[in-house]
């Protein structure tokens, strides 16, 4: 399955804006099944059992709460399967971090001893960049994760992925 894209995750908000509002509960007491929204507290305000005048079952649920919970079902295992392909990529990113971390370690004792410098001049360089590049990988995964849902964390996401990148130009580690 695909995520849904940009158009269905703006309407699915849409949906959400005129549903009842979130969290919902099925409550069950007296042998009824009612579907309520905690904020609002009304028992079966989303939807509930009815037999109609010709003495028919039937449900009582509003056109916007049937698209949103319908709309919603059906993107959930696109979502999820979203959520875990960031977190893959954000385990592999971070991975590939550390790895980074020890073959650094290794090189800035290995120049630090041939140029004469003290390893621990070295070794300091190595673990700001270790450090800066740390950064930069969490703030790529936390825009990744704003992408998502969480617009404030995407913008605080990409602050620091700009600090971070700046901090690796300081050090030499990339170019401007």
């Not at 790895?99 to 004469?116: N, Q, S, Y």
């Not at 590049?133 to 913008?155: A, F, H, T, V, Y």
Request: proline content about 3%.
């Amino acid at each position: 399955m695909t995520a849904p894209s940009k158009e269905e995750r703006v309407r699915l908000r849409a949906l959400l804006k005129w549903a009842t509002p979130l969290p919902w509960r099925w409550w069950t007491s007296n042998s009824l099944r009612r579907l309520s929204s905690d904020k609002t507290g009304k028992d079966g305000d989303v939807g509930h059992a009815i037999i109609t005048h010709d003495r028919l079952p039937d449900i009582v649920i509003s056109e916007d709460d049937q698209a949103y919970s319908e709309a919603a079902c059906n993107a959930l295992p696109a979502l999820l399967d979203a959520i875990d392909a960031v977190e893959r990529r954000a385990d592999v990113t971070l991975g590939v971090a550390e790895e980074r971390g020890r073959a650094e370690r290794h090189v800035a004792e290995t120049l630090g001893a041939a140029k004469g410098e003290s390893t621990i001049g070295a070794a300091g360089r190595v673990v700001a960049a270790r450090e800066a590049w740390r950064k930069l990988s969490e703030s790529l995964i936390g825009m990744n994760e704003g992408r998502l849902g969480d617009p404030g964390l995407w913008e605080r996401s990409s602050k620091e992925c700009d600090e971070a990148f700046e901090k690796l130009a300081e050090l030499g580690e990339v170019e401007r």
